[in-house]
């Protein structure tokens, strides 16, 4: 579903991504796992057209590069972004019916359907459907932001570190989730810091560090695998002697 | 104060303050999602009365040509996308026509010098400001800075220096509590608190509106939901000229109407909307009225001082909203 | 160069036909302006839509007067910029602080109830019809009604003001100015007060305006409001955008290509458009719109790049008196129960570690631990809650970077605030700032220059420390990230630290330049350098530092040296997450 070829993401002069391959099939959960700065972010930032960026990527067999972030959205390549980026002066239900606004432009008038299913996985977005998403906890924003990209009916969905300032208990609901969209057939892309929890949930994994692919392969295999703590601990590598 | 005089003064500044209410709704729109603070308003509102006068006088105004041609210059710009220049080129065409139509039916004169002006806004928008989407608010400012100087030699050369005076279009008073007050003004009146009513229906109930709003609030997370913050941005220029050119075709038979008046007009309007933040609709409408009724009974007082006051009470203003916005702006 | 443009200036009156005389003389008034402007806005980073305002003031100041007073012109001249000295200390001290477009508003604001005033006053300064008749200026007893005489007045008084500003933008106070524009926090932790810098260079450029004011009203010795009008202030800060507003001669190249266009387009436009009439806004509007998005940054950087480049001599010679006191005995820094909160969140809880003299610690954790906060609370950015923060035995919990950076607690920034029309060697130099004295008044008048060369001296042997030196003269802008690194190493070796905190250091370089970067550091504490530093980078972390400080959820859970830590599974759980 997704074929990524020579990535390049570039901020004036510091270069966040360089050389990325990756790819992800359909019905797969593919976890993007790596220390701070390795350019897991910029990575998902480019795929969604976020920021400039060179290289191939390939959405469902036609070529993404140049076609704006609206359009990427209307076409089923939805992002939760790392800070969520929700519309704190307005309701829960106004931000999951905003999510479903590509939808909505082209016609698509019954999005109550979509909203119940939204609501039945998130119960608690339910009780509070009327409350304005400023003062909701940061689990419950964490939670709008992933609904409102499910209203967009993705076919590829893209997550920066869900997991980031939540308490472990929100954590494991969150990813209890997760495995239910899995369950459900949904093609995740999912982009952590919290390896374990990520490699428990996808199928398959590329460590990434200082912008390029260190490792990768079946997650089960990268669970196992010594070299990832490495390269989170920095014991391994080249160092800077 | 005589009692009669109060009221004179009172009704005159409600009137203005109708006016600029809805010059400063106008700009507060368009800075909330463009960050474009919008000083040409000011020439756009007083183009369409000028409009319309000059089509009462048999003649087709130049307004038509430069709106049709913005139009036909974005069409070229957006060449390769889809439908769109082919839409562009039949408003043009549309406009023309309309202008026309003013001429055969004197009638319509109010309604075609509103369309006539409407496609301005969003035309500059998509050939000046959309060009450059990452800019800070003050080179944006800049910029409309520059384009108030073109829109008012434009003015200039269409229309003249002379003060055009213009048919009511509800003529004759009524008496209000023992006070004569002009139709015209009620109509102004009633027509802003209607358009403040269809606005906020539009943003709190149609998911447009909505959209309009988020793309104000957060642009990334309006792009991640599949809202497009340039279009939202014309529509938000489309809405403000719409706006303006209402609110310019409906003042003007009380005052009337010269190329000159549209940067006082706007700047007075800009005064309200500073006093709402560049951020509140209320506190928009409630500045406007505070600052036709601070204008009204100034010119009472100390006449040819109204309007210096006026801009001395924006200092304190910008003191306070300096402070109390937690923004943080990169400076240019 | 400057001999053969002064020559020319002096013999120019006498070869120009008449219309071009006067037009020279509009030139140096509208220079003057523009000038300020560049200050201002250019450097300061303040734009002004009020500067004709400032003219006015004192263009009528003098002309009353004269005509009620019958005060020399000379007196009107000293009258007229007390007089917009005044106004601009009061108007300054309500603007300058203003955020953001606050401030461009309110010069708006001010500008157009001034210009209301001068219209409407009709007691004072005869409305809008104004005041006629005033005396010429006289020197010596000679009457300067001719335009080619009056033309070495303007120019004389232009040629003055450019040069005290010349002297102002290459000294300490410059330096800093430039910086408040692009980063205050990064010149204020070198010891500026951004205010009062504000303040100064507000008042100055409305100088400039003032005697250009006084010079506009006693050439055509008539005085009414429409010169000093918003829409005369906006010319003026076209002419300042389209020469380029950043650099001195971009103000000269502004001011006569619109002065010279004025006439050209006075004539050129009613011809387009079929009709007579003042139209020429029409074109300024386009010439404005047209700059901003093809050339926005004016045009004499296109000129500029054209010229050929002198290479100006190496700074040689005594730097800048080292640190006196000696220190004390006992750990460096010392952080006892530090704590903040944002809001309900906790960012940083009890921490509380210490920093031998001559160790390199690390401070690390996941994302969120509340490292860059700590990093802020010791820089001073951020006060604390609770806690206390000790450097060399003294408190200074919740002093102002300003106040820390003359103890030696220095530091460098993760995204390099670095000032990229600068020199490499001038951006250095702004390290020095907290070590030298001389006040604005001294750089203006150009007594500092003894303090300069040391601090330029200071500078480069800063820049040789970290591999610099050949790219002195280079703008920063031109650097790579690696060595714009280096050039933050070096801007707080000029500040002559004790302790250097490095937030970040890492993000971005490539494997090549994390080494050198390494490299480098290790180095500074072998000449006596202490070094605390934030970073995710374990790679260059765990290589370089003596020990470690790990957070997460902003408390400290583990602290040794880097096999310890790397081992400890408090610290792997941290990183790599619990199950979930």
Redesign the interface.
């Known amino acids: 579903m997704l074929e990524v070829r020579g990535l390049e993401v570039r901020?004036?002069?510091?270069?966040?991504v360089e050389d990325l391959d990756l790819h992800v099939g359909e019905g797969e959960v593919v976890a993007l796992i790596g220390?701070?700065?390795a350019g897991k972010t910029s990575t998902l930032l480019a795929l969604?057209g976020?920021v400039a960026c060179r290289g191939e990527i390939r959405y469902r067999g036609r070529l993404l590069n140049g076609v704006?972030?609206?359009e990427r959205?209307?076409r089923g390549l939805?992002?939760v972004?790392e800070r969520?980026?929700?519309?704190?002066?307005?309701t829960v239900e106004?931000n999951l019916?905003?999510?479903a606004?590509?939808?909505?432009?082209r016609g698509e008038r019954r999005l109550k359907g979509d909203l119940e299913r939204v609501y039945a996985l998130f119960p608690r977005l339910a009780e509070r459907r009327r409350q304005l998403a400023a003062t909701m906890s940061g689990g419950e924003q964490q939670m709008l932001a992933i609904g409102?990209?499910l209203m967009?009916r993705p076919r590829l969905l893209l997550l920066d570190?869900p997991?980031?300032?939540l308490a472990?208990l929100i954590?494991?609901e969150i990813?209890g989730i997760l495995r239910r969209l899995k369950a459900e057939g949904t093609t995740i892309l999912l982009v952590?810091?919290?390896?374990?929890?990520?490699l428990?949930?996808a199928d398959r994994g590329y460590v990434l560090e200082?912008g390029r692919v260190a490792l990768q392969g079946p997650a089960a295999e990268l669970r196992e695998n010594p070299r990832?703590?490495e390269h989170?601990?920095?014991?391994q590598?080249?160092?800077?002697? | 104060m005589d009692p009669l005089i109060f009221g004179f003064l009172l009704s005159d500044g409600l009137i203005s303050g109708a006016l600029y209410a809805l010059v400063a709704l106008a700009l507060v729109l368009v800075f909330a999602v463009t960050r474009v603070i919008l000083i040409p308003m000011g020439e756009w509102v007083v183009f369409a009365p000028l409009t319309q006068a000059v089509l009462l006088e048999g003649r087709l105004p130049a307004t038509v040509w430069l709106s049709a041609l913005l139009l036909l210059v974005w069409a070229a710009l957006d060449l390769r996308r889809g439908r769109t220049p082919l839409l562009l080129a039949l408003a043009a065409a549309l406009v023309v026509a309309a202008g026309y139509l003013g001429l055969a039916v004197p009638a319509l004169a109010p309604l075609v010098a509103i369309l006539v002006v409407l496609p301005l806004g969003p035309a500059t928008f998509r050939l000046f400001f959309e060009p450059l989407p990452g800019a800070t608010v003050l080179v944006y400012l800049i910029l409309a800075v520059g384009l108030h100087f073109v829109y008012k030699g434009l003015g200039l050369a269409f229309f003249g220096p002379e003060q055009f005076g213009l048919p009511a279009l509800l003529a004759g008073e009524v008496a209000v509590l023992g006070l004569p007050v002009p139709w015209q003004g009620i109509m102004l009146v009633l027509a802003a608190g209607l358009l403040m009513a269809s606005l906020y229906l539009f943003f709190t109930r149609s998911l447009f509106g909505k959209a309009l709003r988020a793309a104000a609030v957060n642009r990334i997370g309006a792009r991640l939901s599949g809202i497009s913050v340039r279009e939202a941005g014309r529509v938000a220029f489309l809405l403000a000229t719409g706006i303006g050119a209402l609110a310019g075709v409906l003042v003007a038979p009380l005052s009337n109407a010269s190329y000159e008046m549209g940067f006082l007009l706007g700047l007075k309007g800009f005064v309200a909307a500073i006093v709402a933040g560049l951020s509140s609709y209320p506190l928009a409408v409630a500045g406007g009225v505070l600052v036709g009724l601070l204008e009204s009974f100034s010119s009472f007082f100390a006449s040819a001082y109204k309007e210096a006051i006026v801009f001395a009470l924006l200092l304190p203003v910008l003191a306070w909203r300096s402070v109390s916005s937690l923004e943080l702006e990169e400076e240019e | 160069m400057i001999a053969l443009l002064l020559a020319l200036l002096l013999a120019l009156p006498w070869v120009l036909p008449p219309f071009y005389q006067t037009l020279f003389v509009f030139y140096a008034i509208a220079a003057l302006v523009v000038l300020g402007l560049h200050l201002l806005t250019g450097l300061a980073g303040l734009t002004s839509f009020g500067q004709a305002a400032f003219m006015g003031v004192a263009g009528y100041t003098s002309a009353l007067l004269a005509l009620r007073a019958g005060a020399s012109p000379w007196v009107g001249l000293l009258a007229g910029l007390a007089a917009t000295f005044l106004f601009a200390l009061v108007l300054g001290l309500l603007t300058v602080r203003l955020k953001g477009h606050y401030l461009p508003l309110a010069t708006i604001a001010w500008q157009v109830a001034l210009y209301i005033v001068m219209g409407s006053w009709v007691a004072l300064t005869g409305g809008r019809t104004g005041l006629s008749d005033l005396p010429a200026v006289a020197v010596f007893g000679l009457e300067l009604r001719d335009p080619r005489l009056y033309h070495y007045l303007a120019w004389g008084l232009l040629v003055l003001y450019a040069l005290v500003l010349y002297r102002l933008v290459h000294s300490r106070h410059g330096r800093m100015i430039r910086a408040l524009r692009g980063d205050a926090v990064a010149a204020a932790s070198f010891g500026a007060r951004p205010p009062e810098l504000k303040l100064w260079t507000f008042v100055i450029a409305a100088l400039g305006a003032g005697i250009a004011g006084w010079l506009y009203v006693h050439f055509v010795r008539f005085v009414n409001p429409s010169p000093f009008s918003l829409e005369a202030s906006i010319f003026y800060l076209i002419m300042a955008v389209v020469g380029g507003v950043g650099a001195l001669p971009g103000a000269f190249l502004g001011a006569g290509l619109l002065t010279g266009l004025e006439q050209w387009l006075k004539d050129l436009v009613p011809l387009v458009l079929g009709k007579s009439g003042n139209y020429e806004i029409i074109a300024y509007g386009l010439i404005l719109v047209g700059i901003l998005h093809l050339a926005p940054r004016g045009l004499w950087p296109w000129i500029e790049a054209r010229l050929p480049r002198r290479t100006p001599p190496l700074p040689e010679g005594e730097g800048l008196p080292p640190r006196a006191e000696p220190l004390p005995e006992g750990p460096l820094l010392v952080v006892e129960g530090l704590t903040k909160s944002f809001g309900g969140l906790l960012a940083v809880n009890g921490l509380s570690f210490e920093v031998h003299r001559g160790e390199i610690l690390g401070l690390i954790g996941p994302n969120g631990a509340g490292k860059s906060t700590t990093f802020n609370l010791l820089a001073g950015v951020l006060r604390p809650d609770a806690g206390r923060v000790v450097f060399r035995g003294r408190e200074i919990t919740g002093r102002y970077p300003f106040e820390t950076v003359r103890l030696g607690l220095v530091r460098t920034f993760q995204h390099p605030h670095l000032f990229p029309e600068m020199t490499v060697l001038e951006n250095a130099m702004l390290g020095t700032y907290p070590r030298t004295r001389a006040p604005m008044l001294s750089s203006m008048l150009g007594l500092d220059r003894v303090e300069e060369r040391r601090a330029a001296a200071e500078a480069y042997r800063a820049l040789v420390r970290v591999g610099l030196a050949e790219k002195a003269f280079l703008k920063a802008g031109a650097l790579s990230l690696g060595e714009q690194r280096k050039l933050e190493v070096a801007r707080a070796l000029a500040a002559d630290p004790v302790l250097l905190l490095l937030d970040e250091p890492a993000a971005g370089l490539r494997a090549g330049e994390k080494r050198a970067l390494a490299g480098l550091i290790r180095r500074l504490r072998e000449e006596g350098i202490t070094v605390l530093l934030v970073d995710h980078d374990m790679e260059l972390v765990m290589h370089l530092v003596d020990r470690l400080v790990v957070m997460h959820y902003g408390e400290k859970i583990a602290e040794g040296p880097p096999e310890a830590v790397q081992r400890d599974p408090v610290v792997l759980e941290a990183y790599l997450g619990g199950a979930a």
Do not use: C, D, T, W
Request: hydrophobic fraction near 45%.
């Open positions: 901020y004036h002069a510091a270069v966040a220390p701070n700065g969604l976020l704006e972030p609206e959205v209307a939805v992002l972004h969520r980026q929700l519309f704190g002066e307005m106004e019916l905003l999510g606004f590509a939808r909505y432009k409102r990209a967009a570190e997991s980031l300032g472990p954590v494991r990813f952590e810091q919290n390896a374990r929890a990520a428990e949930l200082a990832v703590v989170y601990l920095g014991i590598g080249e160092g800077s002697g």
